[in-house]
């Protein structure tokens, strides 16, 4: 079994790699691929292949796929530019004659109304006139997604949100990178299916405030404002216009409960429950 992964020189495909590994995967079926390889320099120490793969090189694509039975397409981090990225990959999937593909979507992708799920629409609308076999992880928040606002929180004491009474149900990158390798370890076993994954618990904005306040040991609120006054907060310090909107609409998108959705499916493929919130804001203080 050939297992190829981009995004490995990011956060959850380095995961990804490591879950694989741990789990007993021999290294020379792994390849871990990103745009620059002198970041993958330690997997390639451990027996891993590596290969330059970007989105914007279809040739350089094809190359890093060739033979593979599995791609583990991590999507791409320029927001934006993302649809013509991972199309390229899939071509180069398809071209490369790469057996299986496995795609981190966004929870909801076909219905959401979150600033982010077109372009993860999109894909995997491409994904499936590919006619390849392949798998969607329809990815929840991640956890790790408020290091900044506990970094705030800890001097301010304030969580600013406009996400009202909107609930998250958030894991960690660990378990989202859990789930990824169990669908590597048996792709057959998961081909046509599209796993809505997200935390246990979905929470409110007054209990990651509680949490934050419990890692941080210090008293925690939340600052709960129109979009309007959030934008103009994001803005006067010093935000540009477009980021603020943007994020803003995430904002949005939670209060309308688009990353709220607690459906199991997560905690059922990795086989133990998700990281509590708690724990992994711990990890980031
Ligand atoms: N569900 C959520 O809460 C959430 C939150 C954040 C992100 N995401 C999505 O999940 C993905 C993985 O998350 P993460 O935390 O691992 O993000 P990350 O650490 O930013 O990693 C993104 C990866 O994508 C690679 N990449 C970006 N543009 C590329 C290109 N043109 N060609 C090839 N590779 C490219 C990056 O390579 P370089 O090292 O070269 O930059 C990096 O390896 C993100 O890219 C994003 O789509 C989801």
Redesign the pocket.
Known sequence: MSVVI????????RLVVEDLLAGGLPADQITAT???TA?LADLSGRGVSTAR????DPASLKAAFQGADTVLL?????VGKRVD?HRNAVQAAKDAGVGHIVY?S?LNAAESTLVLAPEHKATEEIIRASGLPHTLLR????SE?YEQQLQQARETGTVLTSAGAGRVASAS?PDYAAAAAAVLRDPAAHAGAVHELSGDTAWTFDELAAAMGRVLGREVVVDNVTPEEHQAVLTGAGLDEGTARFVVGLDAGTREGELSSTTGELSRLIGRPTTPLVETLGALV
């Open positions: 981009t995004g490995a020189t990011g956060h959850l495909g990103g745009r620059d970041k793969a970007d989105f914007e991590v999507s791409g981090s320029e990225q981190t966004l990815n929840g928040w991640y997604n990158r």
